[in-house]
């Protein structure tokens, strides 16, 4: 709509179904799903579009970082959105946000800073920080 560009996105190759709860750090390329839950980082390697999808079932208590992300679920860390985030209706997010491109539906909620990415390549921490 009005021109908005949305993020080159290849096809979902990974799904992390509903049912799965995973203990460890998440390393990706490509395209990812998550509808479980992952209790640690989901990052996707560099060098290679990537893409991160949440679900509205979807938890991740850990570091996230892709090139686009879709949120309709909840985080519970930093989150660094290389190019584009989209934070749907159901999304919850408990940290940081840096992102290039912000698009926040009414209901979405961000429980931390907003940081807008400027054109040097920023770092994160990897770290869950745990509460």
């Known amino acids: 709509m009005w021109g908005r560009r949305k993020a080159a996105a290849g096809p979902i190759e990974t799904l992390i179904g509903a049912s799965a709860v ?3 750090d ?3 390329k490509g ?3 998550i509808d479980g839950e992952v209790r640690g980082s989901v990052v996707a390697d560099e060098g290679a579009p ?3 999808v949440l679900s509205e079932r979807a938890k991740i208590v850990g570091a996230v970082r892709a090139d686009s992300l879709v ?3 909840s985080i519970e860390g930093p989150v660094l959105a290389e190019d584009t985030i989209e934070l749907q209706p159901k999304a919850r997010i408990r940290g940081e946000v840096s992102y290039r491109s912000l698009e926040i539906h009414q209901g979405a ?3 931390g800073r907003l940081t ?3 054109a040097e390549r920023p770092s994160l921490k990897l770290a869950s920080s745990k509460d």
Do not use: A, K, T
Request: charged fraction near 25%.
């Open 116 to 118: 807008h990415l400027e």
């Open 71 to 73: 949120v309709n679920g």
């Open 22 to 24: 995973i203990e460890g």
């Open 109 to 111: 909620v961000v429980e």
């Open 50 to 52: 990537s893409m991160l």
């Open 31 to 33: 395209g990812l799903r």
């Open 26 to 28: 998440i390393r990706f």
